[in-house]
């Protein structure tokens, strides 16, 4: 397909809410629309970006999903997170102008390109724009806050719970449903993730199982108790018995 074929309209894209800023006129979404480059199509298991790369775009993930990893001092694989439709990835380059981390495709997927001169141009034209790319970095430093936590402070079961939380919470602002989630990535990969063995992974899996919290059908997971999921969450630090890996 050529770029013109590939040519997406921002203002017409289901994903807009998420991606880029609300309560832009006519004429600012119309700029919007000349931003981006084109698509891509990423397969399943390839890069769309690697650690080294020059940085030149940001990336709106229009389908699918992608998990990004550094690779550590003594050679390890490290999952730094898990990136769904309708969130921007590739911040991690404005830095030192080339890319910090991988980007691997979970699933076939497709991103708008988003080239970043183009970005800081149209931010110095109207304020919305740059505040919205402010409140993405700020999201972005959040949410390395959050893994902190999860690696720091919290049990087996209390990481794994606010894994699931927050995934369905993601999904439901996507319009997905708050009891049924196909799971991505694999357990190895979460627990790469969260800090946490393959085997204290899937341990903790059947132990939700067990208490009634959630079903599992290999990468299908139901939820039966969300409530419970979060109640996880509030555990008084006194009953921190189990080790967190």
Not at 99 to 110: V, Y
Not at 130 to 141: A, D, T
């Amino acid at each position: 397909m050529d770029t013109k074929s590939l040519k997406v309209a921002c203002s017409s894209c289901n994903l807009r809410e998420l991606c880029l800023p609300v309560g832009l006129n006519n004429e600012e979404l119309g700029k919007l629309d000349s931003l981006i480059a084109g698509r891509r199509r990423i397969k399943r298991g390839t890069t769309l970006y690697k650690t080294g790369d020059p940085f030149t775009a940001i990336y709106a993930i229009r389908t699918g999903f992608f998990k990004t990893e550094v690779n550590t001092p003594d050679g390890r694989e490290q999952v730094t997170g898990f990136q769904m439709m309708g969130e921007i990835m590739g911040l991690d380059g404005i830095v030192q102008d080339h890319h910090s981390c991988d980007a691997i495709a979970l699933e076939d997927s497709e991103v708008c390109i988003m080239p970043f001169d183009r970005i800081e141009e149209l931010s110095r034209e109207f304020g919305t724009l740059q505040r919205h790319i402010h409140k993405i970095m700020s999201r972005e430093i959040v949410r390395d806050q959050g893994v902190m936590l999860l690696l720091g402070n919290m049990r087996a079961d209390e990481r794994l719970a606010a894994f699931l939380v927050n995934l369905v919470q993601r999904l439901h602002a996507r319009g997905f449903s708050q009891s049924e989630v196909v799971l991505r990535m694999t357990r190895k990969e979460i627990g790469n993730y969260l800090g946490m063995q393959l085997e204290t992974v899937s341990r903790t899996f059947s132990k939700f199982v067990e208490d009634g919290i959630i079903d599992v059908n290999q990468r299908h997971i139901t939820i039966k108790d969300l409530e419970a999921l979060r109640g996880l969450l509030n555990t008084p630090p006194s009953s921190h018995c189990n080790s967190p890996s």
